[in-house]
């Protein structure tokens, strides 16, 4: 078996490292096990350098694997980029000049990409300005059972702010029941949201939509229907999503402030930009 260069060998453990210290930092501690896993496998590199492209292709295969076991699609989305490494591993080591360029370019088009719509998705996403909208639309995520995720207990919390600081504004509270859900996400964060205190008749439910043109367009419907004037409204979401919250807002005729929640983990965050990239393409292509 060729022996591994000096050079591949210090490339090896830095890949192991830099894997460790994502799933460190970027998943919740209890599965720090898994980066210390990753860890472990720099001992065998550094004795069996000739083995450490298939022991960090092996580590690349088992990370996207565990990351796949996750219900929350954003980790699915993060798994795939350790199979992208993975394959460009392979065609670099052992891939023919002509396969090598065409990866290369291939890798380089899609950088560019997703790298386009990023632009503004940062730029919604770090325009942090308060709002005195008389109405904060809440969008829903996912919710465990009848137990609300991370991103809605988050969503929920910038939500009680906006309330607190305007007294007389009202929250709606957006999204269907879905999969695994044994009530709407409305329902849940309308819960949660008297459990932190709120009053119950300064919240409205929409519990019907499936999308976030469904959230916002009944939302919409609904504020209307129950007297009020939606053309000046906050909206409550993840950073990722509020540029595409607001630009479908503006297409329904709403003028939208938008208010980031909290992130959640790195790992997860990661994924959910990298999805939602591909979801603002979906809107300037398709317009919704």
Not at 91 to 114: H, M, N, P, Q, S
Request: hydrophobic letters at 50%; a positive charge.
């Amino acid at each position: 078996m060729k022996q591994a260069s000096p050079k591949a060998k210090i490339w090896t453990v830095l890949a192991l490292a830099l894997l460790a210290l994502s799933v460190w930092f970027g998943l919740p501690p209890h599965y720090r096990y898994v980066a210390a896993l990753l860890a472990a496998l720099i001992l065998p590199v550094l004795f069996k350098p000739a083995w450490a492209i298939w022991i960090v292709l092996g580590a690349l295969v088992g990370l996207v694997a565990f990351l796949f076991t996750f219900r929350a699609s954003g980790y699915h989305y993060a798994a795939l980029v350790p199979l992208g490494a993975g394959v460009l591993l392979l065609v670099f080591r052992f891939g023919k000049r002509g396969l090598k360029r065409l990866a290369a370019v291939a890798t380089g088009l899609l950088l560019v990409l997703l790298l386009i719509p990023e632009v503004p998705i940062l730029q919604a996403a770090f325009a942090t300005g308060e709002s005195d909208a008389p109405y904060v639309i809440v969008l829903g995520a996912a919710v465990y059972g009848q137990t609300p995720s991370i991103s809605v207990r988050h969503r929920c919390d910038r939500a009680i702010q906006h309330l607190q600081r305007n007294p007389g504004a009202r929250a709606l509270v957006s999204g269907g029941q879905g999969e695994g859900e044994d009530i709407s996400e409305a329902e849940a964060m309308g819960r949660y949201l008297v459990e932190k205190g709120v009053a119950a008749d300064r919240i409205l439910l929409e519990d019907k939509s499936t999308s976030t043109w469904e959230n916002l367009s009944f939302s919409k419907a609904l504020i209307e229907g129950t007297g009020g004037d939606p053309s000046r409204v906050a909206v409550v979401s993840s950073a990722y999503h509020l540029y595409r919250a607001r630009r479908m807002a503006a297409a329904l005729g709403m003028d939208a402030d938008g208010l980031p929640s909290a992130d959640g983990y790195p790992l997860y965050m990661t994924g959910m930009y990298l999805r939602e990239a591909l979801a603002v393409w979906k809107l300037w292509v398709m317009g919704i």
